[in-house]
């Protein structure tokens, strides 16, 4: 399959690349899973214009958008990528190639958990992995947030905004000293162990910890940061960042000619809002790399 730009990645970030793109008209194909996306199964009520949408609802008309004006979907992962000839080529899942002038890597990030029990079957239920998204569900009620980074203790300050009890369990001193004050000056109650288990009937209860003590809870923020796949912009030769993110210019593109990157891949703050607009710039910037070469 050729096209003039390829996209890696369908969620937010890359079906708004993949739409301003194809508006430019540039051929387009995009790469992913709707159901790998950090918007899918979320419910979104801070992007404008939308209050409380689910998530896959906003792909799927996303997508449909994106059809609409020309792209092409194959619903697998890339599995390897390489230059040269000045062009960029891929492998799929199935082992269908793909050559494009020009690439978007929209891939977003995985956010790194616990491991421990309950967390997985409670989440959505009580378990999130973003207090900046939730934390509006949590007004008046209590919660734990579990992180000995920075972004742990931005996320306890923040709640203590939001709810009736704010806890922040850590085991190690990672955080800004500075930002860990004003977590706790704001009133955040601090707990030195490792969590244990998540539990609850059917939703989050409480939090054990491994030191014996139960904390009672509606809500485990768990803010351990993330990985991506970033491996995709190494094949490319695309050094990502230590935290594994990529670094953009202002027209998002990269290090390398012709490689563009949107959305959650280059960093904080993950929201579908910076998506979008990071999508946009890199589409149009993508299209433009191309057309230049024809
Ligand atoms: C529980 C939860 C609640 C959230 N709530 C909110 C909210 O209320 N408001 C808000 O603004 N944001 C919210 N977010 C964050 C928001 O979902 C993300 O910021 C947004 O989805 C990022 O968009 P993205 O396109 O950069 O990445 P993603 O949406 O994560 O999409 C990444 C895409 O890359 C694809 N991909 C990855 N690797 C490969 C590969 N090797 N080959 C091909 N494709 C690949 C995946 O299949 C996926 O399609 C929430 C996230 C979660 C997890």
Redesign the pocket.
Known sequence: MEADVFV?????????AAIHASRKKASVAV?????????????????VGVSRRP?EEI?AEGRAQAESFGASFLD????SASAADGRFRFV??DGTEVSAKAVVI??????KALGIPGEKDL??KGV???A???CNFYKGRKVVVVGNDSEAAVSARLMTSYASETHWVRWEEAADPGLASKALDAGAVEHRSKPKAVEGDGKVERLVLEDGESIPTDGVFIELGAR??A??AMDLGVMPEIDDTIRIGADCSTEVQGVFA?????GR????????G??CVAGMSAADYARRLE
Request: contains cysteine; negative net charge; proline residues 3%.
């Open positions: 890696i990645g369908c969620g937010p970030a890359g079906l708004q790469a992913g899973k709707a159901a790998s996306s950090g918007a899918y199964g979320a419910v979104i009520e801070n992007y998530g792909l697998m992962n890339v599995i799929m899942e929209a891939t977003g990030i995985s956010r989440l959505g999130s992995y973003c900046v998204c939730d991506s796949s491996y995709i949107c959305g959650d891949v280059t703050p993950w929201q579908v809002a910076k998506a979008v990071q999508g």
